[in-house]
Each structure stands twice: as structure tokens, then as C-alpha cells.
């Protein structure tokens, strides 16, 4: 968008949370498991955090009835949101690398597909302009933004701070699961426990979680009271938040 002067207009564009593509993930292999519980493939459903794979599984294996693959099609463009952005913030940060570390322009085209070293100084402007907001911001819009990515940032800690509480809630009745869930449960505290308790969690640890809660709440241990209400808090947290990010 740009002004009557020719400049672009700053907008504030807040990144898609990574949370977003994390509940797809994890909704489409529910949705498989439901719909076919004893189907094969569900044992080469993609280990945590590889989206990519989440694709590739999705056109792969089509094996299910159509309103599966209508409904997997849609989370399928949540993660390819995802993923482009994640991708073009990398391209961005490598060109920049590249460029400090004395590669041409021509060598930067080759390298990105491109015809021209111009058309690669093209493709980082594009980019900076994406992602940077570059162009003149007003004081009123430069406040609202820094305000909005401080409030983005607490619900984000937030939210981090209640899916800890709830593992800490079923690590500490670990006792009632059974051996592969309580076995699930000690490998995500354990991965959890060198992170600092204001650090966000990563799309995986998160696809982790959610899945151990679908895991629980259909075993014999959701009718303990206290499992119960974690199991319940963390899917209300899951449901309600929009993001960890990180």
C-alpha cells in the first residue's frame, strides 16, 4: 500500500502464530485416527514438529473418505502459511549472511534460482519490505504496534506458563497412566526442564502435548480427578490461545 507521495505506507502485520500450523498438525491425525483407528498409516504419521512431513503425509496416504480430505485440505493451507513465511524470514537472514560473508549478487542469483544478481537485490527488498515494515511510520502507528507485540508476547508467556502447569499436574500423577503414556509424559518434562519458565514453546513440543492430552482422555486414567482436570485445562488452553511461538 503506498501514499499519494509515492512511499509505502507502514502497516502493522502481525506473523502467523506458529501454534496455528501446530493445531493443524495435530487436527489432522486426530481426524485419521478417528476416522480409521486401526489404519496402518497412522504409524509413519511425521514425528513432532516436522510440518513438512505433515504435508507430504496428507497428499500421500488418501486412503480415507472425502470429508477427511476436504477438512485435511484446509489445515493443509494453516501449515503452507506457516511454512512460506518461516521460509522467506530464513531466505531473508541467508542473502543477508551471504552477502556479509562477500558473495556477488550474481553468485546470490544462482544460488536462489534467479536470472540476475539485480533480480536477487530485487527479491531481498521484497522480502525487508514484507517482514520489516520498511517506510516512514507515524508516531501513532509505532505505538500501537510496539503495544500490540508487548501484549502478543505476555498472553504468549501466559500461555507457556499454564501448558507447563499442566504437565507438571500429569507428571505428578504419572503413577496412574499407563507405562507408554507415563513414558510419554517423563520425555516431555524432560525436554521441558532445561528451558527457562518464561521461554515459549516450540511448534513440537506443543504438537507433543496436545497429543499425549487426546492419548489421555481416552485411556482409564481421565476418570482420576486430578488428571482429569489437567487433561481438561490444557485443551482449553489449546482451544482459547493463539500462540506460543518459537
Known amino acids: 500500500m503506498s501514499n499519494r507521495r509515492g512511499r509505502p ?16 498438525a495435530a487436527a489432522v491425525y486426530e481426524r485419521r485416527r478417528t476416522c480409521r483407528p486401526e489404519d496402518p498409516d497412522l504409524d ?55 552477502r ?40 501513532v502507528a509505532a505505538v500501537a504496534a510496539t503495544r500490540a507485540a508487548a501484549q502478543e508476547r505476555e498472553a ?24 507408554d503414556l507415563a513414558e510419554d509424559v517423563g520425555n516431555l518434562s524432560h525436554e521441558l526442564a532445561p528451558a527457562r519458565a518464561d521461554t515459549s514453546l516450540s511448534a513440537g513440543f506443543v504438537t507433543s502435548l496436545r497429543m499425549l492430552l487426546m492419548d489421555v482422555r481416552r485411556s482409564s486414567a481421565y476418570a482420576v480427578a486430578e488428571i482429569r482436570a489437567a487433561v481438561d485445562e490444557g485443551e482449553r488452553v489449546l482451544l482459547s490461545s493463539s500462540a506460543p511461538s518459537g
Open 44 to 98: 509413519r504419521f511425521p514425528d513432532q514438529g516436522d510440518l513438512f512431513g505433515v504435508l507430504g503425509y496428507i497428499g500421500q496416504r488418501r486412503r480415507v473418505p472425502p470429508e477427511v480430505l476436504a477438512a485435511d485440505a484446509l489445515d493443509e493451507l494453516v501449515i503452507i502459511a506457516y511454512l512460506r513465511e518461516e521460509l522467506d524470514r530464513r531466505e531473508l537472514g541467508a542473502i543477508r549472511l551471504a
Open 9 to 24: 505506507k507502514w502497516e502493522y502485520r502481525p506473523p502467523l502464530p506458529v501454534m496455528a500450523a501446530a493445531r493443524a
Open 100 to 139: 556479509a560473508n562477500g558473495h556477488t549478487w550474481p553468485g546470490i542469483a544462482v544460488a536462489t534460482g534467479l536470472r540476475s544478481g539485480p533480480g536477487a537485490q530485487q527479491r531481498m527488498r521484497r522480502l525487508e519490505s514484507r517482514y520489516e515494515q520498511r517506510g516512514p511510520r507515524s508516531e
Open 156 to 179: 504468549t508467556r501466559r500461555t507457556s506458563a499454564r501448558l507447563r502447569a499442566v504437565l507438571r499436574g500429569l507428571y505428578a500423577q504419572r503413577h496412574h497412566l499407563s507405562e
